[in-house]
């Protein structure tokens, strides 16, 4: 029972990174139906910008919490600031183009963000500070849940709670919601489209951001490469519960890592992927919309 | 020609830039000397570069507009572009082609054994290209795991050869048919599914396949690959090196030729209208009494059968392969050449195919940058032409007052 | 459109006509290939510094018989299909002895191109036994040992020494970290000595290893050798010892690299590894350092020193066969003992460096150190 509590709050804590990363596919999937493939590098951006913050911060000697906050908060800003300006430059020139002249432009993106971040920083390997200190009161569960999965699974829920009021009840939450139905109609009724999207890019690229701090002070390091893996495994979450859905990605999230998970402790790690990408597979042959997705009827 | 308020919008664009690439370019750590460096000098070059980069883009749209403004006023008629004249007049098509194909007959003779080398890689990707294109292009079925069926063929005459010995031309058409049979193999999962939902299935089909291969090393050898596979026996005379490289130049020529012929016939043939058809309003096509399943269903496999021959061909020239080969970096580049060469285009394809393999090749002078231009073109060129190099109009009413619709 | 083809031809014809004239130059022609960009860049950019250092040094000093070394120095990602591109690039360039590969598939996938040219290779990082005792690759050599050695010494060293009964091995699915856990499952088994109680690999960049971590508890193993490289050993050994667990961690080469105990940080204590025997005392070694430190600002990365070993020896046997002819090359390479950061070495038969074996390293106070 032990071995399956363990198993599940790995997948939890894994499933967590990647609903963070999967809601920023499929808020901007839901906008402009476009499959951001630069989103994983966005994570990426997000991660080695908190951590250039946070080594110079604690090189200049502030205290940890203010580290974290401002490392945090860099990782926000700069990684909005580049979704922001990718959209803007890669996206919006291209939106009435053929919609798969937009994903080349991403994929295009994604080359030129990973070897820019090469050759900016470092292609080695990087140590990111632990910036989650292990906290007493988790000491007896240590074994089982560490403190950053602690805090990683309540970040989530958090940020969930936070992005799915947001889309409820603000203005802007409102606006998107109407663009994501009927952008035409949204634009006729007076709604700002241009600016609907690039808040989608900003609110999105933000969340990834928080993600890959998260995760990269978890795990302890970072290169240039990580955006890579973890943008298409988020990428299959945001299908896997329905793209275009946002609680959809994180249920698609934390299914993802929990099968991934159980998968390693039950059959082996040599196929983790194999198994999450079959249950995808199988998962769609069911309900082609994904989980929470919505089975849109044809007009004609 | 610019005015003051464009020049101040270009420095606020150059602004922008050194703000963005601040914490990335300008600072340097090194976590465990804990030093910082501070590179201010880059700060600068971004700056100077992006504002020099927004000037010249807003040259562009000034002209831009100006010939907007001249074809409203009936001064400035649109030009048919000039590959449109070439492609549809046979005349000067088969002009055309001929040179190409006397220039590339004897190309190895003007040139080093490097330059042919690439040029194979690159005929290659014309044929994988033009495979994926009756998928993409032509049906529009959105496939991103085609290294999946190239895969397939590269392993089976690696297996094939690597256990019984069996030779090229053998394994030639068994590696297309196996391909063509896994092609059907993904293809009956995914017919109930469109656009996107497809896309992320073939990726995961792709992906399954390199970690089967990766991890099943009773069967494949696993991540170590497979060594000292045959080159194509020509008479069963041993070649040297040389001479095998030409002579696989010269069967790749022969291949793109064939596939070229095979796919300008097949889009023309009742499938590949029914194809087309599928591409632009599937409900409509299937009331018109074309049987879905069945039109889907042959354009996996014929596109699957495509990546299979060329898998054979590769396995062959590099004599080695391992799982790494076979990423979803490669299909997406396969895909970047459907694109941006024109979908569904033939023209367009060998065009995209040329640019995207021999670029980085070319671009091996300026080393560290290479994939960041790569990743630079990619983008650029989308965005000035979207519709790719050498679009595919098709005949089709034009109505003069064309109202801007709604992607 | 026509005007730019035409434009291109000719850039690409004057390219080849400049060319041309440095073809008969007399310079020794040392090509530098291996992954300089990608996911494995940073085990392929440090042999380009290291062949930097030494060419320089031995321009420096007038050449070779008075003929100057240049540099080729080609990307091949790591992938075979891109690296037998880059191999023809070479040898269209007229290289004379090729510093590469860097991962062993590549670098099968390139031998045969540069055989047919007669040109020596010399990899600093191509540890797959295939390469030197299948007898397939005449001109291969290498100045790092090949995993089989390596995993004798890692599974020596756990029956013997630590007298471990249950062992867990563990890969990265990789060619180089697989086929070394393979060798290791084999002498283990082999041996009679301990059980193997788990034998899996894990995906390279996965976001977290936690639930491998937690089956490695579960088989109750007491030490784990890991096949592979530092990325995935510092994730797993960090996890591991979150999760509270104190199982001994053996790893390999990829993982003896300081860069490890940098990233892995107090975790990295104890772990232990194989690697080259130790060099820091050794002159050579400690210059080869310092030159990078003062030239490029930071500390060398993976592989280096063997880079900087192969660069040496290859160059050398140059000198010394006072030709840059296959035959004579490696009459020399055989023949002659050359004082590299490694040590002083020559070359057997089949290519391997004679007298680079392997050492068990322990992370004490974060930093390697032999054990005795």
């Known amino acids: ?300 | 020609m610019l005015s003051i308020e464009q020049l101040k919008k270009s420095l606020f664009v150059s602004l922008w830039f050194a703000f963005l690439t601040f914490p990335l370019l300008v600072i340097k750590v090194d976590p465990i000397e804990r030093t910082v460096q501070w590179r201010w000098e880059n700060m600068a070059l971004v700056a100077a570069g992006s504002f020099l980069v927004s000037l010249l883009v807003r040259v562009f749209q000034v002209q831009q507009e100006r010939r907007r403004e001249r074809r409203a006023t009936g001064e400035f008629v649109d030009r048919v572009p000039i590959m449109q004249i070439i492609l549809s007049e046979p005349r000067y098509l088969y002009t055309l082609s001929g040179a190409v194909l006397l220039c590339s007959l004897v190309f190895p003779f003007l040139f080093s054994t490097y330059q042919t080398n690439i040029m194979i890689t690159a005929l290659m990707y014309v044929m994988l290209g033009l495979g994926l294109n009756i998928v993409v292009g032509l049906a529009g079925l959105l496939d991103l795991g085609y290294v999946a069926f190239y895969a397939v063929g590269a392993y089976s005459y690696a297996l094939l050869n690597y256990h019984f010995d069996v030779g090229f031309w053998m394994a030639l058409p068994i590696g297309a048919l196996l391909a063509a049979l896994f092609g059907v193999l993904l293809g009956f999962p995914v017919l109930r599914l469109r656009g996107d939902y497809l896309a992320i299935v073939t990726l995961g089909f792709g992906e399954i396949i390199r970690l089967i291969l990766e991890n099943w090393n009773e069967f494949s050898e696993g991540p170590s690959g497979i060594s000292n596979i045959s080159r194509p026996g020509f008479f069963g005379i041993e070649l040297s090196l040389e001479h095998a490289i030409l002579y696989l130049y010269y069967l790749m020529i022969a291949m793109v030729v064939f596939t070229i012929f095979v796919v300008n016939r097949l889009q023309d043939s009742r499938i590949g209208r029914a194809w087309v058809a599928l591409r632009e309003d599937e409900i409509a096509c299937q009331a018109m009494g074309i049987d879905k399943r069945k039109t889907k269903l042959t354009a996996f496999a014929l596109g699957a059968t495509w990546a299979g021959i060329v898998g054979v061909i590769f396995a062959a020239k590099t004599t080695f392969i391992n799982p790494a080969s076979f990423t979803f970096l490669e299909s997406a580049i396969i895909l970047c050449i459907v694109v941006l060469g024109g979908m569904g285009s033939i023209f367009g394809v060998i065009v995209g195919a040329l640019i995207l393999i021999l670029l980085p090749e070319y671009l091996r002078a300026l080393s560290d940058y290479r994939m960041l231009a790569f990743g630079a073109v990619l983008v650029t060129m989308m965005i000035f032409r979207p519709q790719g190099v050498v679009a595919n109009i098709r005949r089709s009413y034009q109505f003069k007052s064309k109202a801007e619709g709604e992607g | ?372």
């Open chain 3, 1 to 372: 459109m026509k005007k730019s083809v035409v434009k291109s031809i000719l850039a690409v014809a004057l390219g080849f006509g400049l060319a041309a004239p440095s073809l008969a130059a007399d310079t020794i022609k040392l090509g530098v290939a291996g992954a300089h960009s990608g996911d494995l860049a940073s085990y392929g950019l440090p042999s380009v510094n290291a062949a930097k250092l030494v060419v320089e040094q031995v321009n420096a000093n007038g050449g070779i018989d008075g003929k100057m070394v240049e540099l080729l120095v080609e990307d091949d990602v790591c992938k075979p299909e891109v690296a037998t591109n880059t191999a023809t690039k070479l040898v269209s360039d007229g290289v004379h002895v090729v510093l590469g590969h860097i991962c062993s598939g590549a670098t099968k996938a390139a031998l045969p191109i540069y055989n047919n040219a007669g040109v020596v290779v010399m990899s600093p990082s191509a540890t797959n036994p295939d390469l030197t005792q299948s007898g397939d690759y005449p001109n291969f050599y290498r100045t790092i040992a090949s995993d089989d050695a390596q995993a004798r010494t890692e599974v020596d060293f756990a029956l013997n020494v630590l007298g471990l009964k249950k062992i867990a091995v563990i890969h990265d699915k990789g060619d180089y970290g697989k086929g070394l856990a393979e060798f290791a499952k084999m002498f283990l088994d082999k041996s009679g000595k301990a059980e193997v109680t788990l034998f899996e690999g894990v995906t390279p960049g996965a976001v977290d290893y936690s639930a491998v971590v937690q089956k490695i508890k579960r088989s109750g193993a007491e030490a784990v050798i890991f096949g592979g490289y530092h990325p995935e050993a510092s994730k797993i050994i960090t996890q591991m010892r979150k999760k509270r667990m104190d199982t001994i961690f053996i790893s390999d080469d990829g993982v003896k690299d300081d860069t490890f105990i940098k990233v892995a940080g107090k975790y990295a204590e104890g772990v232990y590894a194989t690697g080259p025997k130790d060099t820091s005392s050794n002159p050579l070694s400690k210059k080869a350092v310092e030159d990078h430190k003062a030239k490029f600002g930071s500390d060398p990365g993976a592989f280096y020193e063997n880079a900087y070993a192969a660069a040496l020896a290859l160059l050398n046997a140059v000198d010394k066969a006072d030709s840059t002819d296959m035959e004579a090359v490696r009459n020399a390479l055989q023949n002659n003992d050359v004082d590299t950061p490694v040590g002083s070495i020559r070359f057997d038969q089949i290519g391997d460096a004679v007298g680079v074996g392997f050492a068990m390293y322990q992370v004490k106070d974060g930093q390697y150190v032999e054990v005795k």
């Open chain 1, 1 to 300: 029972m032990e071995y399956f509590t363990e198993l599940f709050f790995s997948g939890l804590t894994r499933g967590s990174i990647y609903a963070l990363i999967a809601l920023g596919y499929t808020m901007v999937y839901g906008i402009i139906g476009l499959i951001n493939f630069a989103h994983g590098e966005i994570y990426m951006i997000g991660a080695f910008t908190s951590f250039v913050v946070a080594t110079v911060l604690s090189i200049y000697g502030f205290p940890l919490l203010s580290i974290v906050l401002l490392a945090g908060l860099a990782a926000a800003v700069w990684s909005a600031s580049y979704g922001y300006t990718v959209e803007k430059i890669a996206y919006r020139p291209l939106r009435h183009a053929p919609r798969l002249s937009a994903l080349i432009s991403a994929i295009g993106m994604s080359i030129f963000l990973q070897n820019y971040v090469l050759l900016a920083q470092s292609s080695e390997f990087q140590p990111f500070p632990e910036l989650i200190p292990d906290f007493d009161f988790m000491e007896p569960f240590a074994h089982v849940v560490g403190s950053s999965d602690l805090v990683i699974l309540l970040t989530t829920a958090l940020v969930m709670v936070g992005l799915t009021m947001l889309i409820k009840f603000s203005r802007i939450g409102k606006a998107m919601r109407a663009t994501s139905q009927d952008r035409t109609m949204a634009m006729l009724v007076g709604i700002d489209v241009n600016k609907v999207i690039s808040v989608t890019f900003i609110i999105g690229s933000a969340l990834a951001a928080i993600g890959g701090m998260l995760i990269a002070s978890h795990i302890g390091q970072i290169n240039f490469f990580i955006g890579f893996i973890a943008g298409i495994k988020a990428f299959t979450a945001a299908v896997l519960g329905g793209i275009g859905s946002i609680p959809g990605a994180v249920l698609g999230g934390f299914v993802l890592g929990l099968t991934e998970s159980f998968a390693t402790g039950y059959v082996s790690s040599d196929y983790e992927d194999v198994f999450a990408f079959t249950l995808l597979v199988l998962i769609l042959i069911f309900k082609p919309a994904g989980l929470l997705g919505r089975e849109a009827a044809e007009k004609v």
